[in-house]
């Protein structure tokens, strides 16, 4: 390449992006694996998420650069898009039900308790992929209203658990030891992509934890939890594609409709 500064620019996002893919997905140093299609693509949409769209978008393209040299073949793929509609859709009922038996046909007692915390946390408390490491048993709380859960990271918070996951809930607490995570110990270096890396080596077809976030999150727009609300069990202040969002909810019937809003939404 003749120009030095595009030279760098495309070194030191390949160093991130191989580092990345062998100390947090476990990836062989293979080129064949690595600067794959299918390998830059869940790393542009799983990773850096707190990165602009632009700016992944970017990201992907100069490591596209790189893959269409050492591996001609694979192109031209055509790569997920990164807007949040495409990569993190809500599920449906009948695909979280599928989760639901593909979390208790886990292989082992520990991948089958991970499986169903992943699931309870983030689909039945909205919980980010990034604090279920965080969260205790201590930090779980039974009582005759249901169960609450105290959310430790950079957004604390107390959420409710929906009720068709308490019975899980429940079952974890009689198993989980009281001073271990609900998750169990963690032999990485780091919690990043926890549950991607967890669901890469799991049986079956697996969930994503940040669409199972949103399923939790359109489930409770749906419903029509008031938005302060929402967003304060949700640890957010605002929400930048909630316009995508609202596009999955269910539009009320025309008799409904009008109903709702002549009465200002009282019963």
């Given at each position: 390449m003749s120009d030095p500064h595009a030279a760098k620019v495309l070194t030191t996002d390949a160093l991130?992006?191989?580092?990345w893919c062998v100390r947090d997905m476990g990836w062989p140093l293979d080129a064949e694996i690595i600067w794959s299609v299918r390998a830059i693509d869940i790393y542009s949409t799983t990773a850096?998420?707190?990165?602009?769209?632009?700016?992944?978008?970017n990201y992907r393209a100069r490591l596209m650069r790189i893959s269409e040299v050492l591996l001609p073949h694979e192109h031209p793929e055509r790569p997920t898009a990164l807007a949040h509609r495409n990569t993190a859709a809500p599920y449906t009922l009948a695909e979280i039900e599928k989760f639901r038996v593909w979390a208790v046909n886990q292989l082992t007692?520990?991948?089958?308790?991970?499986?169903?915390?992943?699931?309870?946390?983030?689909?039945?408390?909205?919980?980010?992929?990034?604090?279920?490491?965080?969260?205790?048993p201590r930090?779980?709380?039974?009582?005759?209203?249901?169960?609450?859960?105290?959310v430790g990271g950079e957004e604390p918070r107390q959420v409710p658990l929906l009720a068709e996951w308490e019975e899980w809930m429940l079952a974890l607490l009689e198993r989980r030891p009281k001073g271990e995570t609900l998750w169990g110990p963690i032999n990485r270096r780091t919690t990043h992509n926890l549950t991607?890396?967890?669901?890469?080596?799991?049986?079956?077809?697996?969930?994503?934890?940040?669409?199972?976030?949103?399923?939790?999150f359109v489930h409770h727009l749906d419903i029509g939890i008031p938005m302060k609300e929402l967003f304060r069990a949700a640890g957010i202040a605002k929400m930048q594609h909630l316009h995508l969002m609202l596009e999955y909810v269910t539009p009320r019937a025309d008799g409904e409709y009008r109903r709702l809003l002549r009465s200002g939404g009282q019963a």
């Open positions: 991130w992006y191989v580092t850096n998420l707190n990165l602009t769209e632009g700016s992944r978008r007692p520990q991948k089958r308790d991970r499986a169903m915390v992943m699931l309870v946390l983030c689909a039945g408390a909205g919980v980010r992929p990034n604090e279920i490491p965080l969260i205790f930090d779980v709380h039974v009582d005759g209203e249901g169960i609450l859960i105290d991607s890396a967890f669901t890469e080596r799991s049986y079956g077809n697996p969930p994503r934890a940040d669409r199972l976030r949103h399923t939790w």
